[in-house]
Every structure is written in structure tokens, then in C-alpha cells.
């Protein structure tokens, strides 16, 4: 079962600027078609590994902690890897480790069965190399073949925005003779001191043509 699927709300990435401004990875796509009076694509994403945890229980705060930790280096493995940005986020520093640098966007899964957050691996790791989590609480899975239509917007990540912001990209798939094989994905681009104005937010719907 694909972690992104049934994905609602998106959290915040550090190292982001209050000017909207993100010198993180963004994780790699083409564009097959796009809808500029919308703001509408449709995009392939490239194999992507994802790094995911549990919401259940713990909340938005502790699972992008236990995230953030494994980033960090909560994971197996000692080689030091360059980071592709800063990750400017307070958080517990780790000494031992590979230090993974952190790729927008990241996930958060509002599945009622099963409410997960997930990070996305930056792209030269596969599944076989991307470190094991020391944490058994976070789950590594491959995504493959993940084609959405994607609407982008700017303001907050509220439930209203998410709710109208899904309902037109839904009714522009239908529209355009295509059919959503997943519920809406939230993702969020930038840090929390970014203006709202400035936000990069984006709902995305896997699809099929």
C-alpha cells in the first residue's frame, strides 16, 4: 500500500525564509500537462523513496520529530553524506549517523485508519540505500509510477483551503476525462516564518489517463 495515498494536510519545512524563498530539494517531476488559469499540472514524479511515520497518537509536533531525528542521523550507517541544504529546525542533535539532507515536499498522510507523515529521500537514494531507520516506528517504501494532477496555491494549509483547493482539482480531472485513483495529497514547501502570500502549497491527486 502506498504511503502517500490518502493524504490531506501537509506540514511546514524548515530552512525555508519568511520571503518564500527554500534552498531545499525539491523532489524531481515533469510536467506532462498544465492548466496555467488554474495553476494546474499534471506531472510524473520520479521514483521516489519515502521515509514515513505514524501520526496516530503522536500528533503533528512528535512525528515530524522522530522525522526530523532520522534526518538527522537516527539511522544505521556512519558515512557522513552532504547535505543538499540546512535544515534550520530545532531539534535533538545526533552524533552518530548518516546525515540525510532533507527534500520538499513533506507529507502527511490524513488517512482515518492510519494518519501519516512522510519525508521524501533526496533523489540519488534507492531503497536499498537509503539507512534504516533505528527508530521501529518509521516505515522506508518505494514509490514508482506516481502520476497526480497537482493544484498549486498559496496561503495556509487550513482545512478550508485543503477542502476547496481538493474539491476544484477533482472536478478539473473530471473535466479533462481523467480518473483520481488516490485521495487529495497536501504537501507544504515552506517554513513557518514564511509569509502566508508567499506560501508554496499544493494538493496532489494520483491519477490514471
Known amino acids: 500500500m502506498k504511503i502517500i495515498v490518502s493524504l490531506v494536510v501537509a506540514l511546514c519545512l524548515a530552512a525555508c525564509s519568511v520571503v518564500g524563498r527554500s534552498e531545499v530539494e525539491i523532489a524531481p517531476y515533469q510536467v506532462l500537462k ?105 516505515l522506508v517504501e518505494e514509490v514508482r509510477d506516481y502520476t497526480v494532477a497537482a493544484i498549486r496555491f498559496s496561503g495556509t494549509l487550513s482545512q478550508r483551503n485543503v477542502q476547496r483547493y481538493s474539491q476544484q482539482l477533482q472536478q478539473w480531472i473530471t473535466a479533462n476525462g481523467l480518473t483520481a485513483v488516490s485521495e487529495p495529497v497536501a504537501a507544504g514547501y515552506n517554513g513557518p516564518l514564511t509569509l502566508p502570500m508567499l506560501r508554496r502549497n499544493e494538493i496532489l491527486i494520483e491519477i490514471t489517463q
Request: hydrophobic share 40%.
Open 34 to 138: 498544465a492548466d496555467s488559469s488554474l495553476d494546474i499540472e499534471v506531472r510524473r514524479y520520479e521514483p521516489m523513496v519515502l521515509v514515513s511515520t505514524s501520526m496516530a497518537g503522536d500528533g503533528r509536533n512528535n512525528s515530524f520529530r522522530k522525522l526530523f531525528r532520522y534526518i538527522s542521523g537516527d539511522n544505521a550507517g556512519s558515512n557522513n553524506i552532504a547535505m543538499t541544504a540546512p535544515v534550520l529546525m530545532a531539534g535533538e542533535s545526533v552524533n552518530q549517523g548518516t546525515k540525510i539532507a532533507m527534500t520538499a515536499p513533506v507529507f502527511m498522510s490524513g488517512a482515518k485508519s492510519e494518519p501519516r507523515m512522510a519525508f521524501v529521500m533526496p533523489k540519488h537514494f534507492t531503497l536499498d540505500s537509503t539507512p534504516k531507520p533505528t527508530n521501529p516506528d518509521l
